[in-house]
């Protein structure tokens, strides 16, 4: 049974910085890709940050220059370094994740419980 878990988060203040990651179990990683998503209170879920299937990182606008994607596949984990956060960064961050790349991206079949960012002004 694939297992998702994130850790790392926690509150900051504006400009300040965070690293957050998520373990897989239950799957090799090598054969499972995963990203990362946000929901913040309100709003709907959006992606932050995947890879493709080439391996390059892909961020959404409003994070590229301050987020950064790793992974680490001995460890089966996935990191999200974020820096310069800000306010609007606040969010339930996810990640979620697929057994390998289908049509071109990594579709969100398996999702972890969530870690809280909170930024404050």
């Known amino acids: 049974q694939v297992q998702l878990a994130e850790s790392g988060g926690g509150s900051v203040e504006s400009g300040g910085s965070l690293n957050i990651s998520c373990v897989a179990s239950g799957y090799t990683y090598g054969s499972f890709c995963m990203r990362w998503f946000r929901q913040a209170p309100g709003k709907e879920r959006e992606g932050v940050a995947s890879?493709?299937?080439?391996?390059?990182?892909i961020y959404r606008e409003s994070v590229k220059g301050r987020f950064t994607i790793s992974q680490d596949n001995a460890k089966n984990t996935l990191y999200l370094q974020m820096d310069n956060l800000k306010p609007e960064d606040t969010a339930m961050y996810y990640c979620?994740?697929?057994?390998?790349?289908?049509?071109?991206?990594?579709?969100?079949?398996?999702w972890g419980q969530g870690t809280q960012v909170t930024v404050s002004s």
């Open positions: 979620a994740g697929d057994s390998g790349y289908h049509g071109g991206s990594c579709k969100p079949r398996y």
């Open positions: 890879f493709s299937p080439d391996g390059n990182p």
